[in-house]
């Protein structure tokens, strides 16, 4: 008992120098990220609910608090304030559920593709699917802005298959409304046309992205899949071949293998990727900025350009932060939906041995 105590003492000491060792080493950081991030947020949070007009210092005694009236005034103040926002969250809803199911397919697809040992020139496929993502957006956007113009690239190739392609940047019809129109259906029923959410009626909520958007959409799921593709080609690299070893000796054809033993343990990195979509997608502001601001008649408003517009442009900055912290919880709020149709259900990796025999097919007995 004697030798023990102090024994203990050492290593209760040796610990409590470790762990003084690492406060020192993340103050630096964390002193930082107190500055730069959490101080900053906390600023805007002040602003979105007081009636600062941008001069001077939003904590001066001369700044009053005013409550939710700028969230009330985008939610529920039925106002232009309130078209406006329905209106950007229209168009960045179709970016998001559009944008983040295929850019994530298409880099699962890719990272598949390459990860093959019988491809050759893995490498050069590799570098030819990243280079997109490295480009500066802005520059990817001029670029777009010239190939979907009305006497773009676009436009000859599809004029190939005597197809009259639409001037895309400025064309605000809705692609849903266009594909109602091949069926007749031209006008909004009354009963849509009638209630509103947010400011704007259904029938617009129905229009679907406009064929600007469209353009971006396209835009985006080429310039972000390469960045996905080498997450899903990291994730792939780390799986264990003897699952899948195991898989193909139980008669597994190839698409029961991805489904049932590849796919599920790429789920770490699927709610990685997803995740940072998510973000993306309802964050996309430089290709707005660059492009359209917000035309042809609103159809590619995003809150987050329109969070720029209000505080920058018609300095109502309370209204610009309430927009944004509005989109923050948005996030949040899909990020946890996501997350739990994610999330780790505790079942085995692998259907049992006769499971994987009926699904190939018989297998071997």
Known sequence: METKAPLRARRSGIRGRQELAGWLFITPIIILLGLF?????????WVSVSDWTGRGSP???????????????????GGLATQDFGTSIRNNF???????????????????????QILKGRGFFRTAFYFPSVTSSVAITVLWLFLFSATGAINNVLSWFSINGPNWFQDPRGVFHIIYGVFGLDQAPAAIASSEFLGISWWEWLAGPSVAMTAFIMMAIFTTSGTFMLLFIAAIQNLSGEVREAAVMDGANAWKRFWFVTLPMLKPTLFTVITLGLIGTWQVFDQIYTGTQGGPAKTTLTPAYLS????????????????????????????VVQRFFL????????????NLNNMSGGGRR
């Not at 999330?343 to 006769?354: T, Y």
């Open 37 to 45: 991030l959490v101080v900053p947020v906390l600023m805007a949070a």
């Open 59 to 77: 904590l001066s005694a001369e700044v009053g608090f005013v409550g939710a009236k700028h969230y009330a005034d985008i939610l529920t103040g």
């Open 94 to 116: 179709y970016y998001v559920i559009l944008v983040v199911p295929l850019q994530t397919a298409l880099s699962l697809f890719l990272a598949m593709l390459v990860s093959r």
């Open 308 to 335: 720029f517009n209000a505080a920058f442009n018609q300095q109502d900055w309370g209204q610009g932060a309430a927009i944004a912290f509005i989109l923050f919880a948005i996030i949040v709020f899909f990020t």
């Open 343 to 354: 999330r780790d259900k505790a079942k085995p990796l692998l259907p049992r041995r006769r």
